[in-house]
């Protein structure tokens, strides 16, 4: 057994130095394509050392008996990777004239200077960010009735967490990668030796995820701390205080809570009041920490921290996403939003059911059920799930095993939970063919030429047909568009009488940022 275990680690050992010279020579290639190399020398000098790493780690792949000392080179060329892709981001800002960042860092960083200033955030016209920056809306949160999101989505941390970054001088935009580098790290050290030559690979070779830090996308934060909580699990205080510290942070975290009070239960030992104890003191721990870093504001005005923090499920958002809502944005079918929210409640619902009766056999299935359920949102960005699997990878690959309280399992079928599933993907499935037959009430068809300012859209022409046999008026949008340093309301388009068929309307303004959506909110 120990000479399979000992040829098992050599061949993790092998493929860690193989895929790290890849990935270590996909990044010096991409410095020559968009490191601006002809006029930074740190973006040369990383090229090639880069390269050189490169091949020092498949020469010492090469080895019958690879050097123990080998493992090590691993973790410092992946360190030169990232290295690369700092400077890249840098030599593009400098190619730019400024960071292109997302609604996400802009509001942030505008709320903590807020606070500074002691004024509170929640409430705040936050489309004055992108006046102070002077920021195109390329990446801003554009809803149904033509405004953008423009007051604070996320729970207090959100914007605490930049705060001593502001306080010694640093810009915001170095924090998000900075926590995406700490959880890349503690899930190097966090997992068992055996895994470690080959456990970064994915998060390194898929770029998005650095991509994401670097380009103003929060969740590496609440990625860190759920890693961080995983690693602290036999800790109950320290487990309770991290989920807490998540939570606090961005809601896509809350969709956990169910599945870890299910977890605690069934791997705490003792009867079944210890058992529910131990979930009582994880809920408390978890909530004190939300009550204590969010409780000034909810005192402060507790109307608009309410509306702030429950603003991604309450506001009128656009359906955009890469999940099943791309069928509605690219015009196939016109998907309900009702059915991505019953398909969204539904999934979640029966994956808990699952993973409460067959916990035995799935235990790593916490992490998959809350991103499976987000991506049927109608509202489906990759952000939302893809830092779940930071914490699976350090679950699964941990040192530390799942483990049940007792030690018999109970053997049961998947089959109720199959049939749910049947039963509700047919469901979203029906929704979605009587989207495309239907005959919509509204139909609007885009006339052109568009006005144009430099890249951006800034007016159009559209026709619209109204055929729900009453008269309607254009809502009035809930906030003005501010671009560049003036603020401009949307221009009203004629009324729509019911019958009057297709009909060209005055031109209607357009924000930029009304082009697409965020990887934000």
């Known amino acids: 057994m120990a000479s399979v275990d000992s040829q098992s680690d050599d061949t993790f050992l092998r493929f860690g130095l193989f895929g790290t010279a890849v990935l270590t020579w996909m990044g010096a290639t991409d410095l020559w394509e968009f490191g601006d190399v002809g006029a930074l020398t740190l973006s040369v000098g990383l090229l090639l050392a880069s390269y050189l790493v490169g091949f020092v780690l498949l020469i010492l792949a090469c080895w019958r008996n690879i050097p123990r000392f080998a493992r090590y080179a691993i973790p410092v060329a992946l360190l030169v990777v990232v290295a690369d892709y700092f400077q890249i981001h840098e030599a593009n800002a400098r190619l730019r004239g400024g960071d292109l960042t997302t609604d996400v860092l802009l509001f942030g960083e505008y709320t903590a200077h807020l606070v500074l200033e002691g004024q509170n955030p929640y409430g705040a016209d936050l489309l004055e960010a992108y006046?102070?920056?002077?920021?195109?809306?390329?990446?801003?949160?554009?809803?149904?009735?033509?405004?953008?999101?423009?007051?604070?989505?996320?729970?207090?941390?959100?914007?605490?967490?930049?705060?001593?970054?502001?306080?010694?001088?640093?810009?915001?935009?170095?924090?998000?990668?900075?926590?995406?580098?700490?959880?890349?790290?503690?899930?190097?050290?966090?997992?068992?030796?055996?895994?470690?030559?080959?456990?970064?690979?994915?998060?390194?070779?898929?770029?998005?995820?650095?991509?994401?830090?670097?380009?103003?996308?929060?969740?590496?934060?609440?990625?860190?701390?759920?890693?961080?909580m995983v690693l602290a699990w036999d800790r109950p205080i320290g487990r309770g205080l991290l989920y807490g510290l998540a939570v606090s942070f961005k809601q896509h975290p809350w969709f956990l809570a169910p599945f870890l009070l299910v977890r605690i239960f069934w791997e705490t030992k003792g009867s079944r009041t210890e058992r529910v104890r131990a979930a009582a003191l994880f809920t408390a721990l978890s909530v004190?920490?939300?009550?204590?870093?969010?409780?000034?504001?909810?005192?402060?005005?507790?109307?608009?921290?309410?509306?702030?923090?429950?603003?991604?499920?309450?506001?009128?958002?656009?359906?955009?996403?890469?999940?099943?809502?791309?069928?509605?944005?690219?015009?196939?079918?016109?998907?309900?939003?009702?059915?991505?929210?019953?398909?969204?409640?539904?999934?979640?619902?029966?994956?808990?059911?699952?993973?409460?009766?067959?916990?035995?056999?799935?235990?790593?299935?916490?992490?998959?059920?809350?991103?499976?359920?987000?991506?049927?949102?109608?509202?489906?960005?990759?952000?939302?799930?893809?830092?779940?699997?930071?914490?699976?990878?350090?679950?699964?690959?941990?040192?530390?095993?799942?483990?049940?309280?007792?030690?018999?399992?109970?053997?049961?079928?998947?089959?109720?939970?199959?049939?749910?599933?049947?039963?509700?993907?047919?469901?979203?499935?029906?929704s979605a063919v009587w989207g495309a037959t239907r005959q919509p009430d509204l139909e609007i068809s885009i006339v052109g030429p568009h006005e144009a300012i430099g890249n951006h859209i800034s007016g159009t022409r559209v026709r619209v047909r109204n055929g729900t046999g009453r008269q309607i008026e254009p809502r009035k949008p809930a906030s003005p568009v501010c671009t560049g340093s003036r603020s401009t309301n949307h221009r009203r388009s004629s009324r729509s009488r019911a019958g009057e068929g297709s009909r060209s309307t005055r031109p209607a303004r357009m924000s930029p940022g009304l082009r697409r959506g965020s990887r934000g909110t």
Request: charged residues 10%.
């Open 131 to 228: 006046r102070a920056h002077r920021a195109p809306f390329n990446f801003s949160t554009p809803q149904i009735d033509g405004s953008l999101v423009g007051h604070l989505p996320y729970p207090a941390l959100s914007f605490l967490v930049l705060v001593p970054a502001l306080l010694v001088g640093l810009r915001a935009s170095i924090v998000y990668p900075i926590f995406q580098v700490a959880a890349l790290v503690a899930l190097y050290f966090g997992v068992s030796p055996r895994y470690r030559p080959i456990i970064l690979l994915p998060f390194l070779g898929e770029t998005v995820y650095l991509g994401y830090a670097l380009g103003g996308v929060s969740d590496p934060v609440w990625g860190f701390l759920l890693v961080c």
């Open 288 to 430: 004190g920490v939300f009550v204590v870093v969010n409780l000034p504001f909810v005192i402060w005005d507790p109307v608009e921290w309410f509306r702030g923090v429950f603003l991604p499920f309450l506001a009128p958002m656009q359906v955009y996403g890469q999940g099943p809502s791309v069928l509605t944005t690219v015009g196939w079918f016109t998907i309900p939003k009702s059915a991505h929210t019953v398909a969204v409640l539904g999934l979640l619902s029966i994956g808990l059911l699952a993973y409460t009766r067959h916990y035995h056999r799935v235990p790593y299935l916490l992490w998959m059920v809350p991103a499976v359920a987000l991506w049927f949102g109608h509202r489906s960005l990759t952000s939302y799930w893809y830092f779940l699997a930071m914490p699976l990878a350090m679950d699964a690959f941990g040192v530390r095993r799942p483990v049940l309280a007792s030690s018999e399992a109970p053997r049961r079928s998947f089959g109720p939970e199959l049939a749910l599933i049947g039963v509700l993907l047919t469901g979203f499935v029906a």
